[in-house]
């Protein structure tokens, strides 16, 4: 082989490789780049997306089960350390829920080494952390309309009305909170807030078009395919110049030298 | 030197290990605060106004629409949070007359920044006071790699100043 088509060979031979390597994330973002120029027509910015993979990708999809209590009028839900009143957002927590009550005045939320205080309309009035005093709790309830905690021994306290002291008490009359199951609808407006406004198809598409949606290192892979997609460029060009060259020697012998 | 290195490395994750924690329990705080004996627990709930002033010194609403306080005498215990970089740092303040007498870091939560629990910071707010722009009247020295607690605990102690004055206010009139 000489030195010229040896090189020739070379070229060929990574033009090849260059073609094979790139083809998946050239597809990608042939496809993702046609989409996103035309976002409006496709309506790419009003479609979510509900694949529980990708929620769970892009870190929406909650973690654990939904921990439901009725309070009256109200429910109340931790859902993956997000604390809901209804539906609406209220706090965050570390600890596990061991159930709520509504007061008179306040509704209360048991968690192991804390409660939370909120309004009838939701407000959160007071974080109060248990300390020594009594620490792991295990339920909640209601007794003359003042809430009642159980912790581990057990032993239980009474709260007077304004949660500012505790009493001692027996286990007596003591309505326990009850946990309950939220029915799919309602369960579906909770993952709707817990997702905030969701994942839109053209987020997926951008992310997918940059490689941001591989994280930190995807945008270059995605700058890989794109110098793949030049070298291409250029090697073809480079290929298709060879073979002209060779095709008019070849004309050029065949008109000169032939007979 | 491979060896050093490693042990370094060791040392520094250990050093990490040991920093946050539960210092002591806030009702411990209180109970010491009281020589044993604490009062029973009383509660302010912050006006608009104090509310607007407390915002200003923290940079966002005070979470919680009461604040739980602990008064005999003229010596006054709060157990106050504010989040240093990710999460909250639970601290115990006590007041007397307008000025702070004690400062304490009760539960630190962050992987760094707990050098704000040592007494050689704590033992600057000895005394210190509010000026009329609701600073504190003296410069808080900061520590290198502790910023963020710093502030956290400064911003703290103005605030817990500044609800002493309120609950003195309430108590006079």
Redesign the interface.
């Known amino acids: 082989m000489t030195g010229r088509s040896a090189q020739k060979h070379t070229v060929f031979l990574w033009h090849r490789r260059a073609g094979l390597t790139a083809i998946v994330f050239v597809i990608v973002l042939a496809i993702t780049g046609i989409a996103l120029n035309h976002t409006d027509a496709l309506k790419l910015d009003e479609r979510y997306i509900d694949s529980a993979f990708l929620l769970g990708w892009y870190g929406l999809e909650p973690e654990g089960e939904a921990i439901s209590y009725d309070v009256g009028e109200h429910v109340i839900t931790v859902l993956d350390h997000q604390v809901f009143f209804n539906t609406y957002p209220v706090?965050t927590t570390t600890q596990a829920f061991h159930g709520a009550v509504g007061t008179a005045q306040l509704i209360v939320l048991a968690f192991d080494t804390e409660l939370l205080l909120l309004?009838a309309d939701g407000?959160?009035?007071?974080?109060?952390?248990t300390?020594?005093?009594f620490s792991e709790i295990q339920r909640i309830g209601i007794k003359y309309q003042r809430p009642v905690i159980e912790t581990a021994g057990p032993r239980y306290y009474m709260a007077d009305e304004?949660m500012?002291?505790w009493d001692v008490i027996i286990n007596e009359d003591i309505a326990w909170a009850q946990q309950i199951t939220l029915d799919q609808t309602k369960m579906a407006v909770m993952l709707e807030s817990f997702r905030g406004r969701g994942l839109t198809l053209e987020r997926v598409m951008l992310d997918l078009h940059s490689g941001r949606i591989f994280g930190a290192y995807g945008i270059y892979l995605m700058d890989a395919a794109a110098v793949a997609l030049l070298w291409l460029s250029f090697s073809g060009l480079w290929v298709w110049w060879q073979r002209q060259l060779k095709q008019k020697r070849k004309h050029h012998y065949q008109k000169h030298h032939r007979g | 030197m491979k060896k050093y290195v490693l042990l370094l490395l060791l040392l520094s994750f250990s050093v990490t290990g040991l920093a946050g924690g539960v210092y002591q329990e806030p009702d411990a705080f209180v109970t010491e605060a009281f020589a044993g004996h604490p009062p029973k627990a009383a509660v302010i709930w912050p006006s608009s106004e104090l509310k607007a002033q407390m915002k200003q010194i923290l940079g966002h609403d005070y979470k919680g629409l009461r604040i739980r306080y602990w008064k005999e005498g003229n010596r006054t215990a709060w157990i106050l949070d504010e989040i240093g970089k990710d999460k909250p740092i639970t601290t115990g303040f006590i007041t007397n007359q307008g000025k702070i007498e004690t400062v304490r870091v009760l539960i630190f939560r962050e992987s760094r920044g707990w050098e704000v629990r040592h007494a050689f910071f704590t033992d600057q707010f000895d005394n210190v006071a509010l000026t009329n722009m609701n600073r504190l009247d003296r410069n808080i020295d900061n520590i290198t790699g502790a910023t963020l607690s710093v502030r956290a605990v400064t911003k703290l102690a103005r605030v817990a100043l500044l609800l002493d004055e309120a609950v003195g206010e309430k108590n006079n009139t």
């Open positions: 706090t309004t407000e959160l009035v007071e974080r109060m952390p300390g020594q005093g304004h500012l002291d």
